[in-house]
């Protein structure tokens, strides 16, 4: 089972992006879905996350710029990210807590991607 993530890029202050990611292999079901990130120098923290049954859950800093959605047939996550800021450059990381079919709770990462934000 593994998360692949996409999107990303560079930004100028003030534009959009979306991430996007999809959880793949022998999957059972999918609890929370969300998205952490890492500036330079600084520890990973969580961005967004979104329970199986819809509940939210935004870093104070990124309240009303950014949403997070999920299809739950496709196993995707997306993060909507309007509004950025430079303070928003950071590898974004995917993560998921997935059931396989033997019932075995996974917290999988899926792999980094670069947000740059120029201001």
């Known amino acids: 089972v593994q998360l692949q993530a ?4 560079l930004v100028q202050a003030g534009g959009s992006l979306r991430l996007s990611c999809a959880a793949s292999g022998s ?3 999918i609890n929370a879905m969300g998205w952490y990130r890492q500036a330079p120098g600084k520890q990973r923290e969580l961005v967004a996350t979104l ?3 819809g509940s939210t859950n935004y870093a104070d800093s990124v309240k009303g710029r950014f949403t997070i ?3 739950n047939a496709k196993n ?3 993060l909507q990210m309007n509004s950025l800021k430079p303070e928003d450059t950071a590898v974004y990381y995917c993560n998921a807590e997935v059931v396989t079919p033997l019932w075995h709770r996974e917290i999988l990462w899926g792999q980094g991607i670069l947000v740059t934000v120029s201001s």
Request: hydrophobic fraction near 25%.
């Open 69 to 71: 959605s999920r299809d």
């Open 6 to 9: 996409s999107g990303g890029g």
């Open 51 to 53: 329970s199986s049954g």
């Open 76 to 78: 995707t996550v997306a």
């Open 27 to 29: 999957i059972f079901s």
